[in-house]
């Protein structure tokens, strides 16, 4: 499992009253958040929080409104890396040509190459290398994705419901794929789920979002790798819900969990 | 990488005993299933083309409305003999392939430059649209007082008839490039040259070989009205000639030969299809 020599600690993460505004329509109010190097936080939240739209300012895909955040020690997050709730690969090229799209192009071809090969061993998908995109499953094609996203040894990582789309147990394996990795690369992870059972199963901390700011921070205090029927794991479930839902009646809006 | 050799042999080797069970050659079996394939295409033609022959000989086809297969046979053959056949068909050829590259080439290029920028789009694509919408033979006439029957009057026309299905297919192609790709791409750091060759190219692809497959139909069909309106060579010339000697069996001989210049065409571009779109679920094999 050494594959990918010297992993490089994560990058401290610093947003300070972060807004996003489109026209009229406050998105985001102002989200003070302050992730540690190496962290792993959940973001959680009502469909239509703006849950995406806080990654995309974090990925450097929008500019916000108001606030500041700050990777590291730089002011752009330049070592951010995304991954989409859709795979997003490109269906022409072959799935070890995808993972090399995310290899930095200051390295050598045949760096290139071997990095892009590393990667899909690390993710098991080392024997569908020559395959298209088109011809794998939706799990092994998000696999490939998250190779990719990790092809540039990324200080942060940012994850947008990666694994929403899949089916109950190949996200179980995906959760654990991630929560390995990440242990081994030590990347900052900043992870946007709808479930609160994933976001409690691989985070450090579970932010809630409501209302264009930050409800609810919750640290998650569990060794890994965490068990599901941990009796502290339900009673946290319950907090979050609890928190949600009380969000929902205040602000008459549906819930959704 | 040692997994990926190691798991993939297996796969290999078990594809092998099963050819080698069956005691039949890999390639005899793919020749096999290539002449079943290419022949079930030809059954017809050459059905229709054998009852054109019986009905001739048994005299229901007078032979001054639609002379025999055998009679236009012979008759490319004297062509042929007389050293005319082929000349005509070069001069033909080459006026359809410079029209061709004339006019697909700045339509490629003026599709891709309408689909990556907006400025030019709003400058140009309106004009083209409504260019458009005058049929290209229209303009016949015209081009005769223009340029004569001179080959620039062909190449013209060839060229303008080209260009709108190739640049409105590129065009549409750009435009129609699944953006969330372009995102990707651009949040994994893509320069625009890069972008445009990883990305907007290959995705617009498909679309540009509808337009490319079009244009060649479109190409033909020009040619053969500038050519039979207004020629002193090639194909439409030769046929043009024929009817006036009453020469039936020339008139369809050129027919065919356009028939099968175009069909010819068609299968060159769907090769090429097939070779760039690998990837793409209608053009995979196996
Ligand atoms: N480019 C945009 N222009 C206008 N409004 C936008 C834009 N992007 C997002 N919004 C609005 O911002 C709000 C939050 O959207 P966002 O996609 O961030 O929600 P989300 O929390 O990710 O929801 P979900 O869980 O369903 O993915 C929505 O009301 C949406 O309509
Ligand atoms: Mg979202």
């Not at chain 1, 946290?236 to 009380?246: A, H, N, S, V």
Request: net charge neutral; proline share 5%.
């Amino acid at each position: 499992m050494s594959l990918s020599q010297q992993p490089r600690r994560g990058a401290e993460l610093q947003i300070t009253g972060i807004g996003r505004d489109f026209g009229a329509n406050t998105v985001l109010r102002g989200v003070d958040l302050r992730v540690a190097a190496g962290e792993c936080v959940a973001i959680i939240g009502r469909s239509g929080c703006g849950k995406s739209t806080l990654l995309r300012l974090l990925a450097g895909l929008d500019r916000p409104t108001r606030g500041r955040i700050m990777l590291g020690t730089g002011e752009a997050p330049a070592s951010a890396r995304i991954m989409f709730q859709e795979p997003r690969l490109l269906p022409w090229a072959r799935v070890v040509d995808n993972v090399e799209v995310g290899v930095p192009v200051s390295e050598a071809t045949a760096r290139r190459r071997s990095r892009a090969l590393e990667l899909l061993a690390e993710v098991g998908l080392a024997d569908r290398a020559n395959e298209w995109p088109g011809i794998l499953s939706g799990g092994q094609r998000q696999r490939v994705a998250l190779a990719r996203a990790l092809a540039s040894r990324p200080e942060l990582l940012l994850l947008d419901e990666p694994l929403g789309a899949l089916d109950a147990l190949t996200r179980i394996e995906m959760q654990r794929l991630l929560e390995r990795i990440w242990l081994h690369q030590g990347f900052t992870a900043v992870l946007v789920t709808h479930d609160v059972g994933e976001a409690l199963a691989l985070a450090d901390r579970v932010v809630l979002i409501d209302r264009g700011a930050i409800a609810l921070d919750l640290r998650v205090d569990l060794p890994r790798p965490r068990r599901r029927d941990r009796p502290e794991l339900g009673a946290l479930e319950e907090r979050i819900l609890e928190r949600l839902f009380d969000g929902a009646d205040a602000g008459g809006i549906d819930a959704a969990a | 990488m040692t997994a990926s050799t190691s798991s993939a042999l297996p796969v290999e080797a078990q594809h092998h005993d099963i050819a080698e069970r069956r005691d039949v050659p890999a390639w005899l079996e793919e020749l096999r299933r290539w002449l079943i394939d290419a022949g079930i295409g030809w059954l017809l033609p050459i059905g229709l083309l054998a009852g054109w022959e019986a009905a001739a000989q048994l005299g229901l086809l007078p032979e001054t409305i639609l002379p025999a297969p055998s009679a236009v046979f012979l008759a490319a053959w004297a062509l042929i003999l007389k050293g005319e056949l082929f000349v005509h068909i070069g001069v033909s050829g080459a006026r359809a392939l410079a029209g061709f590259v004339v006019g697909g080439l700045i339509g490629f290029g003026l599709g891709l430059a309408n689909g990556l920028s907006a400025h030019s789009r709003k400058l140009t694509d309106t004009t083209l649209q409504m260019i458009r919408n005058v049929p290209h033979l229209a303009l016949v006439p015209l081009v005769i007082i223009w340029f004569g029957i001179d080959e620039g009057a062909k190449l013209f026309l060839v060229a303008l008839g080209v260009f709108f299905p190739i640049y409105v297919n590129t065009l549409l192609g750009i435009l129609t490039v699944d953006p969330q790709l372009i995102e990707m791409g651009r949040a994994y750091g893509m320069s625009n040259a890069t972008l445009f060759r990883r990305v907007l190219l290959p995705g617009a692809l498909p679309s540009i070989f509808v337009g490319l497959r079009y244009g060649l139909g479109i190409m033909w069909l020009t040619l053969i009205v500038a050519e039979t309106i207004a020629a002193s060579s090639g194909l439409g010339y030769m046929a043009m000639q024929a009817r006036e000697f009453l020469l039936v069996d020339v008139v369809v001989l050129a027919i065919l030969i356009y028939a099968l210049l175009g069909k010819l065409a068609d299968s060159v571009a769907r090769a090429l299809e097939r070779r760039c779109l690998q990837w793409h679920p209608s053009f995979r094999q196996g």
